[in-house]
């Protein structure tokens, strides 16, 4: 090893930080080189130097103005919170109106436009029940009741009132519908009935009414 | 509680309190928990660290408080996920050291060896033929500066805060190995730097 070599050795060796091994072999050689000797003399003196920076005072007034600055930075980054907060609420707020206004203005749509909208495959779903339905399923009174102007109207002038099916017929999806089918066109003929009440006539108005049977659609004619 | 305080600032060390832990543990259990009195006694016990630390490695007292600041502040923002069980010194010390490895980064890598230079320039100008105290440590000081990063940290965490070459290796994430070479360089360095100057003044 060189002399360089053991400065290094000598560097660690002044704080105690060198291995048993290592500085016995160390001091073998400082026995020997006086450059070396004097060496780890003045690095020794150089140490105390450096040592003596961990008794320099802080400054108090740098130390206060430090402390001020995070107090400072603390309450600086507590505000995006309470500005957030803020926003939250205003949102939650917007979100609670949007939903009033929606549930506020939102009318359901009538079984009358079930009907309108009934498809193929909802005929193909009810067609099995629909022949029995037509004359038994009317088990409630309210069923009944609507329906009752309609076999009225089928006694009176049966040639008329049973046609062939049309080519794209109407028909309720269940008997519920049909009966709130037939209160709402005594109530409303002219409104959401638009496309099974004819239009009115001068002279006489029919209502259509549908059963269940796709083959079977009844017209009510009035004067 | 203002005498616990002043046994914080004075010793160091905050005396046991029977069955509950330290009057230290308490405060930084109350600090991290969101408390600002708890949080400000924790900056009043370790600011001196972290200032000094800042100092020595930025070499710079406006870096160096902003750095000091931006460690603090680390703190308060991750208390969260600071677990209390462990010392808190530690942790300090490392952030001070990446705080200012982020600082030393932005500013240019020349610009400390210039600063270096110039230091060493004034310092060789001595009149009165003797070196005062003050004078001692603003040669150290520049001769801290002519080190790299990594020598710094090593020399400032273990020869200035006293550290163990462990405890220094654990704040600086490197090996006990690693770290005594890099004690052992920036000895030597140093001891060259004030040869130079006695060299130039004699």
Same mark, same amino acid.
């Given at each position: 090893?060189s $002399?360089?070599?053991?400065?290094?050795?000598?560097?660690?060796?002044?704080?105690?930080?060198?291995p048993e091994?290592k500085?016995a072999k160390l001091?073998?050689h400082?026995?020997? $080189?006086?450059n $070396?000797?004097?060496?780890a003399e003045?690095l020794?003196?150089?140490?105390?130097?450096v040592k003596?920076?961990?008794?320099?005072?802080?400054?108090?007034?740098?130390?206060?103005?430090?402390?001020q600055?995070?107090?400072r930075g603390?309450?600086?980054?507590?505000?995006?919170?309470?500005?957030?907060?803020?926003r939250f609420a205003l949102g939650?707020?917007?979100v609670?109106?949007?939903?009033f206004?929606a549930?506020t203005?939102?009318r359901?749509?009538?079984?009358?436009?079930?009907?309108r909208? +009934?498809?193929p495959?909802s005929?193909?779903?009810?067609?099995p029940?629909a022949?029995?339905?037509?004359?038994?399923?009317?088990?409630?009174?309210?069923?009944?009741?609507a329906l009752?102007?309609?076999r009225?109207t089928?006694?009176?002038?049966?040639t008329?009132?049973?046609?062939?099916a049309?080519?794209a017929?109407?028909? +309720?999806r269940t008997?519920t519908d049909?009966?709130?089918?037939?209160?709402?066109?005594?109530k409303?003929?002219?409104?959401s009935?638009?496309a099974?009440v004819?239009?009115?006539?001068?002279?006489?108005?029919?209502?259509?009414?549908?059963?269940?049977d796709?083959?079977?659609?009844?017209y009510?004619l009035?004067? | 509680m203002?005498s616990?305080?002043?046994a914080?600032? @004075?010793?160091?060390?905050a005396?046991?309190?029977e069955?509950?832990?330290?009057v230290?543990?308490?405060?930084?259990?109350?600090?991290?928990?969101g408390?600002?009195?708890?949080f400000?006694?924790?900056?009043?016990?370790y600011?001196?660290?972290v200032? @000094?630390?800042?100092?020595?490695?930025l070499g710079?007292?406006?870096?160096?408080?902003?750095?000091?600041?931006e460690?603090?502040?680390?703190?308060y923002?991750y208390?969260?996920?600071?677990?209390?069980?462990?010392?808190?010194?530690?942790?300090?010390?490392?952030m001070?050291?990446?705080v200012?490895?982020?600082l030393?980064?932005?500013?240019?890598?020349?610009?400390?060896?210039?600063?270096?230079?110039?230091?060493q320039a004034?310092?060789?100008?001595d009149?009165?033929?003797?070196?005062t105290r003050?004078?001692?440590?603003?040669?150290?000081?520049?001769?801290?500066?002519?080190?790299?990063?990594?020598e710094?940290?090593a020399?400032?965490?273990?020869d200035?805060?006293?550290?163990?070459?462990?405890?220094?290796?654990?704040?600086?994430?490197?090996?006990?190995?690693?770290?005594r070479?890099?004690i052992?360089?920036?000895?030597v360095?140093?001891?060259?730097?004030?040869?130079t100057?006695?060299?130039?003044?004699?």
């Amino acid at each position: 090893m060189s $002399c360089l070599d053991f400065e290094k050795l000598i560097a660690l060796d002044v704080e105690g930080d060198l291995p048993e091994r290592k500085a016995a072999k160390l001091g073998q050689h400082l026995k020997a $080189c006086r450059n $070396c000797q004097a060496f780890a003399e003045r690095l020794q003196a150089s140490q105390a130097l450096v040592k003596s920076l961990a008794q320099e005072p802080a400054d108090e007034a740098m130390l206060e103005e430090v402390r001020q600055r995070v107090l400072r930075g603390i309450a600086a980054e507590s505000e995006p919170h309470r500005f957030q907060a803020w926003r939250f609420a205003l949102g939650a707020v917007l979100v609670a109106t949007v939903i009033f206004a929606a549930v506020t203005l939102w009318r359901p749509r009538g079984p009358l436009h079930v009907a309108r909208a +009934s498809r193929p495959q909802s005929r193909e779903r009810l067609a099995p029940t629909a022949p029995r339905r037509g004359q038994d399923a009317l088990a409630t009174a309210g069923e009944a009741a609507a329906l009752r102007p309609v076999r009225e109207t089928s006694k009176q002038a049966p040639t008329q009132a049973v046609r062939p099916a049309p080519t794209a017929p109407e028909y +309720s999806r269940t008997g519920t519908d049909r009966a709130s089918l037939v209160f709402r066109s005594r109530k409303q003929p002219r409104g959401s009935l638009t496309a099974s009440v004819k239009p009115p006539q001068p002279a006489q108005l029919t209502v259509k009414l549908v059963t269940d049977d796709p083959n079977v659609v009844i017209y009510w004619l009035l004067d | 509680m203002e005498s616990d305080e002043l046994a914080l600032r @004075m010793t160091g060390s905050a005396p046991e309190v029977e069955g509950s832990g330290s009057v230290e543990e308490q405060i930084l259990k109350r600090a991290l928990a969101g408390d600002r009195v708890a949080f400000d006694r924790i900056i009043l016990r370790y600011e001196r660290q972290v200032l @000094m630390t800042a100092w020595r490695l930025l070499g710079r007292r406006e870096e160096a408080q902003d750095a000091a600041q931006e460690v603090f502040l680390r703190l308060y923002r991750y208390r969260h996920h600071f677990d209390e069980r462990r010392p808190l010194l530690p942790w300090l010390y490392r952030m001070t050291v990446n705080v200012c490895h982020d600082l030393h980064r932005k500013r240019r890598q020349d610009d400390a060896l210039a600063a270096g230079e110039v230091d060493q320039a004034k310092l060789a100008y001595d009149p009165a033929g003797e070196i005062t105290r003050s004078e001692q440590r603003r040669i150290i000081q520049a001769a801290l500066k002519t080190l790299t990063e990594k020598e710094r940290a090593a020399i400032v965490l273990r020869d200035i805060e006293g550290l163990a070459t462990k405890d220094v290796a654990g704040i600086l994430g490197s090996s006990e190995t690693t770290v005594r070479s890099q004690i052992s360089t920036a000895r030597v360095k140093i001891r060259k730097f004030v040869d130079t100057l006695e060299r130039k003044r004699s």
